[in-house]
C-alpha cells in the first residue's frame, strides 16, 4: 500500500505559477505511474499529467505546455510546477499512483488550488 500526501497548493493570482509536491511512502519500490488529478466544484476528477517509471509523461490538451510534471530519482517525490495560471485552472489537486502487481489506485488528500485576483 501507498501513502501519499500532497503540498503546495494555495491563491495565485492569474498568470501566476505554483508548484505541487506529492511524497509516497509505504509500497514505494511497487510504483508504476506518479501522476496528479483535479476536480473542480460540480466537475469530474480529471487527469493533468502523468509520469511513469521510465519517465514517459502525458499531459491533459488544457495543460497547453504551461505545465510541468516531474519526479525524484528515489521516485518517492512527483511534482507539478504550472504556470501561467488561470481562474479554470482553480480545484483540489490529488496526488495518484499506480502500482503493480495490478496497477491498483492510491490517491492523496488533496491540495487546493485557487487562482483568483
Known amino acids: 500500500q501507498v501513502q501519499l500526501v500532497e503540498s503546495g497548493g494555495g491563491l495565485v493570482q492569474p498568470g501566476g505559477s505554483l508548484r505541487l509536491s506529492c511524497v509516497a511512502s509505504g509500497s514505494i519500490s511497487s510504483i508504476a505511474v506518479m501522476g496528479w488529478y483535479r476536480q473542480a466544484p460540480g466537475k469530474q476528477r480529471e487527469l493533468v499529467a502523468h509520469?511513469?517509471?521510465?519517465?514517459?509523461?502525458i499531459y491533459a490538451d488544457f495543460v497547453k505546455g504551461r505545465f510541468t510534471i516531474s519526479r525524484d530519482n528515489a521516485k518517492t517525490t512527483v511534482s507539478l510546477q504550472m504556470k501561467s495560471l488561470n481562474p479554470e485552472d482553480t480545484a483540489g489537486y490529488y496526488c495518484?499512483?499506480?502500482?503493480?502487481?495490478?496497477?491498483?489506485?492510491?490517491w492523496g488528500q488533496g491540495t487546493q488550488v485557487t487562482v483568483s485576483s
Open positions: 495518484h499512483v499506480r502500482s503493480r502487481p495490478d496497477y491498483s489506485a492510491s
Open positions: 509520469i511513469t517509471n521510465d519517465g514517459l509523461t
